[in-house]
Every structure is written in structure tokens, then in C-alpha cells.
């Protein structure tokens, strides 16, 4: 069983940065594409970016591409959602996910899920 928890949230300003964490129990993980997707109140969970588990492949949601990076460091079982440029419009509570195989931009494409961690970005 793999359990998934993130950090790093919290207020930032536009244009600003900020690094989330996502530090994973048991080493399949290594193994695992993982993701991250957010969601605002009162929209859907969406897509953010994943990375292959190798972290020789990205993929990003064309909302953020250019100013968010995901990375692992597989020796410390972590996932990293590193925000540059923040936009208020980037406010959300993000969600770090993962599942064995071939990553996907899909919310139930994903065996497993953070409890999440609040991101406020103030204009």
C-alpha cells in the first residue's frame, strides 16, 4: 500500500514562487508515474503535470507549461511540483497522485491520492 502525503502549500504572491512536496510511503513508488492536479472550489479536480518513474518524461496541462516543473528524487521517494510565476488564478487545494505504469492527465487514471495541500496566491 502506498500513501502519499504533500507540504509545502500555502500563501504566496503573484509571481512569486513556491515548491511542493509530495513524500511517499513504500518504496513501489519509485516505480510509479505520479502527478499532480488541483482544484479549486467549486470546479473539478484537474491535471497539472505528470512525470514517468524513471523522471525522464513530463507532461504538463497547457495552463502551466513554462512556469511550474515537476521532478522525483526516487532515492528520497519524493514528487516535486515546483511553481514559478504563480497566478492567482492557480489558487487551489493541489493533489499529488500516483499509479503504477504509464502516467495520464486522467483523475481516475490514479490507484492513489494525497490529502492535499492548500495553495493561495494573492494578486
Known amino acids: 500500500q502506498v500513501q502519499l502525503v504533500e507540504s509545502g502549500g500555502g500563501l504566496v504572491q503573484a509571481g512569486g514562487s513556491l515548491r511542493l512536496s509530495c513524500a511517499a510511503s513504500?518504496?513501489?513508488?519509485?516505480?510509479?508515474?505520479a502527478a499532480w492536479f488541483r482544484q479549486a472550489p467549486g470546479k473539478e479536480r484537474e491535471f497539472v503535470a505528470a512525470?514517468?518513474?524513471?523522471?525522464?518524461?513530463?507532461y504538463y496541462a497547457n495552463s502551466v507549461k513554462g512556469r511550474f516543473t515537476i521532478s522525483r528524487d526516487n532515492a528520497k521517494i519524493t514528487v516535486y511540483l515546483q511553481m514559478n510565476s504563480p497566478k492567482p488564478e492557480d489558487t487551489a487545494v493541489y493533489y499529488c497522485a500516483g499509479k503504477p505504469g504509464v502516467y495520464s492527465n486522467f483523475v481516475r487514471g490514479y490507484n492513489y491520492w494525497g490529502p492535499g495541500t492548500q495553495v493561495i496566491v494573492s494578486s
Open positions: 512525470i514517468s518513474w524513471s523522471g525522464g518524461n513530463t
Open positions: 513504500g518504496h513501489t513508488f519509485s516505480s510509479y508515474a
